[in-house]
């Protein structure tokens, strides 16, 4: 039986691959999926978005068994929260960012927002690039959700 060309492979799904591979050659797909990353993803947002995650797995240690401790959907309150307008209400009534936003899920030192600036007339905004970042944060953290979601799927869990 011949097998179906299902296109080229993506560097989520080394990665994928990568976290239930023997350690010896976890690496090396590791390895494999950021020099894909590097070469076949544009500085898009889906780029953007995942380089974040593998910051955070690499970098921060939010690897899937922690994102799987997560019971009560907090990867996706948390992503909710980045990705809250500067001026939305829920988010703009802690200016100047002395607490977090309602429903952020996680101590007050979790909570890392862009650098919020006086505009001087009273006004505050945020600089795109810091925009940009935040909204990166809300991304990954929304993709860590879904891959949460799916591994309870492939368990047989109906309600989350």
Same mark, same amino acid.
Request: contains cysteine; hydrophobic residues 40%; negative net charge.
């Given at each position: 039986m011949a097998e179906h060309d299902m296109g080229p492979v993506t560097p989520q799904?080394?990665?994928g691959i990568s976290e239930s591979a023997p350690p010896e050659?976890? +690496?090396r797909i590791r390895r494999a999926a950021d020099q894909l990353a590097a070469t076949e993803c544009p500085p898009s947002g889906a780029g953007r978005i995942f380089a974040e995650r593998?910051?955070?797995?690499?970098e921060e240690g939010y690897h899937w068994q922690r994102d799987d401790a997560y019971t009560?959907?907090?990867l996706a309150m948390a992503a909710?929260?980045?990705a809250h307008p500067l001026h939305e209400p829920r988010r703009s009534e802690v200016i100047p960012f002395a607490g977090v936003?309602? +429903?952020w899920?996680?101590?007050l030192g979790e909570w890392k927002p862009g650098a919020v600036h006086d505009g001087g007339d009273g006004d505050v905004g945020m600089a795109v690039g810091e925009r940009i970042r935040?909204?990166?944060k809300a991304g990954a953290l929304v993709a860590a959700e879904i891959d949460r979601l799916v591994r309870l799927q492939a368990q047989g869990v109906q309600i989350v």
């Open positions: 799904e080394l990665l050659i976890a +690496g593998l910051r955070q797995v690499r009560k959907q907090e909710a929260c980045y936003p309602f +429903g899920p996680w101590e935040e909204l990166e």
